[in-house]
């Protein structure tokens, strides 16, 4: 059974950082790993993927507004897969998800795996 489990949330004062991490378990760490969220009375949204495009080469895709603070990397040993986020935001306030796919994708419903969540909360 596939489990993805989300870790290092918390509440961070507008400027800090937090790293969040998936720990990956009953599966080939997939092909795709992605970070999404969630705010109140939302829609999940993408955040930023990892895609494997061949070896030990990988490519990373943010969305706008977390490009240039947002960090996503992967540990393939440890079947982790990490989101460091810098420069936090109230904005970035929500529950992070992370997901699994099989292929390269930003969309939502191309995910089959998801983790619980983790809240992440930015204090102005």
């Known amino acids: 059974q596939v489990q993805l489990v989300e870790s290092g949330g918390g509440l961070v004062q507008a400027g800090g950082s937090l790293r969040l991490s998936c720990a990956a378990s009953g599966l080939t760490f997939r092909y795709t790993m992605g970070w999404f969220r969630q705010a109140p009375g939302k829609e999940r949204e993408f955040v930023a993927r990892?895609?494997?495009?061949?070896?030990?080469?990988?490519?990373?895709y943010y969305t706008d507004s977390v490009k240039g603070r947002f960090t996503i990397s992967r540990d393939n040993a440890r079947n982790t897969v990490y989101l460091q986020m810098n420069s936090l935001k109230p904005e970035d306030t929500a529950v992070y998800y992370c997901?699994?796919?099989?292929?390269?994708?930003?969309?939502?419903?191309?995910?089959?795996?998801w983790g619980q969540g983790t809240q992440v909360t930015v204090s102005s």
């Open positions: 997901a699994a796919a099989g292929w390269g994708s930003n969309r939502v419903s191309d995910y089959n795996d």
């Open positions: 990892i895609t494997r495009t061949g070896g030990s080469t990988y490519y990373k």
